[in-house]
């Protein structure tokens, strides 16, 4: 078993090391605080916290002045959207750490999104050769994935997260009250990520969310607080089997590779990383269909279930040679052949490049 519960959380077992998630439910009723959570996995006396202009105002102040009483605190505020994470964001995050004259003993405390996680983990991986660094991700979109399993990275012009390493945190606090911030476009990108769990590892979670999904989108924070630990602990044995994605991990990406190209052709951050993968879900369901493996009311069961949740289920217009290219730089491509998360049935997803070209033009077309 990769993970146990023996706390509000859970434990991700990797070769490099084991940490937990915390979940936080409500910190005004237990009287914790986000700093009284992280503290016991600060190893040292420096910490900086890299946020953004948005989530700052909202969360930076109480962390930093408990963290203050006991570390050396800088802050790190980068700008706001998926079109920063890049090379000069990074810089950014290396300047305000060598200002502080910070050392190998720094840990960085990534406080937002997905993309202040993948570029503070990034940065963490990277500067000195490698410090610790904690994820508090402020999204569900990062509380179900992108802070649970050491993908870091950031965007080339040319494609999405193609710049990156593998180095995981120190732990994880989901914070589930942050979410009540969250714009509602951005919860339900983040149910994207979770309506992908079911659709590739668990039909019954499937039927959950069906029943559920009214709740998680008027914040019901313990129905959602359960999603995020169900979706977490599927990641956390994924990731426990296949940390560096040489097999099972991949099919985590069910619905990024086309999301992907929507991403890169739209522009970073026009249509958001969760809605691309919802209608990058749909396609994949299609060619799934194409292929025999469902029937066409399941994948009319995949976009419903997306629809429920306020989320695109068809691809912007794309020229199918220009998408076909997009999806050449895909990291999935093995000896030049595209490969795909497709599914075998609902609840079950495989990575394959056993598919007739033709099909997968067909399914392009279907929106170009
Ligand atoms: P994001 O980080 O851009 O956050 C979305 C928006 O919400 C931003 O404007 C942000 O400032 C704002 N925000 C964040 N928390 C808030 C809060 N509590 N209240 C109000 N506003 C808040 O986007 P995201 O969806 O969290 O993450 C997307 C990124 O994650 C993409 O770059 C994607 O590639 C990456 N990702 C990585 C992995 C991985 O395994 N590393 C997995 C999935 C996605
Ligand atoms: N989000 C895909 C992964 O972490 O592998």
């Excluded at 023996?6 to 009723?29: A, C, E, K």
């Excluded at 009214?214 to 999603?227: H, I, Q």
């Excluded at 994924?238 to 739209?266: P, W, Y």
Aim: aromatic share 6%; proline share 3%.
């Amino acid at each position: 078993m990769a993970t146990s519960s023996s706390f509000n959380g859970l434990t991700v077992q990797t070769q490099s090391h084991d940490y937990p998630i915390v979940i936080r439910q409500s910190g005004h009723l237990t009287g914790d605080s986000m700093a009284s959570q992280v503290v016991p996995y600060i190893h040292g006396q420096q910490v900086l916290i890299v946020t953004n202009e948005t989530i700052a105002p909202l969360y930076l102040q109480p962390l930093q002045d408990e963290l203050a009483e006991q570390f050396t605190v800088a802050v790190c505020v980068l700008a706001d959207g998926e079109q920063y994470k890049n090379q000069a964001s990074i810089n950014q995050i290396y300047d305000a750490l060598m200002a502080e004259h910070f050392n190998r003993d720094v840990t960085l405390i990534a406080l937002g999104g997905g993309v202040v996680g993948d570029m503070t983990g990034f940065a963490a991986a990277s500067f000195m050769r490698g410090v610790n660094f904690i994820q508090i991700p402020t999204t569900l979109l990062s509380q179900v994935d992108s802070s649970v399993g050491g993908k870091t990275g950031i965007n080339h012009p040319q494609g999405k997260n193609m710049i990156g390493a593998f180095w995981q945190p120190q732990m994880v606090l989901a914070d589930m009250t942050t979410l009540q911030t969250l714009p509602a476009r951005e919860l339900s990108a983040g149910i994207a990520e979770v309506i992908k769990y079911a659709l590739i590892m668990d039909v019954d979670f499937l039927a959950w969310l069906e029943q559920n999904m009214a709740a998680m989108l008027a914040l019901d924070l313990a129905v959602l607080g359960e999603a995020v630990k169900r979706c977490c602990q599927y990641k956390a044995d994924i990731v426990a089997q296949d940390e560096r994605e040489s097999g099972i991990r991949a099919i985590l990406n069910f619905g990024h590779t086309f999301g992907h190209v929507i991403e890169t052709h739209e522009g970073y951050g026009n249509w958001l990383h969760g809605e691309a993968v919802a209608a990058g879900m749909v396609q994949a369901a299609e060619l799934s269909e194409k292929l025999g493996w469902l029937s066409a009311d399941e994948v009319t069961r995949v976009k419903r279930i997306l629809t429920l949740a306020n989320l695109p289920v068809i691809a912007p217009p794309i020229a199918v040679e220009t998408a076909l290219r997009l999806m050449g730089h895909d990291k999935k491509v093995k000896q030049g052949q595209i490969r795909l998360i497709l599914l075998k049935s609902l609840g079950n997803a495989v990575l394959t490049s056993d598919f007739d070209a033709q099909l997968l033009t067909e399914t392009l077309a279907q929106s170009a």
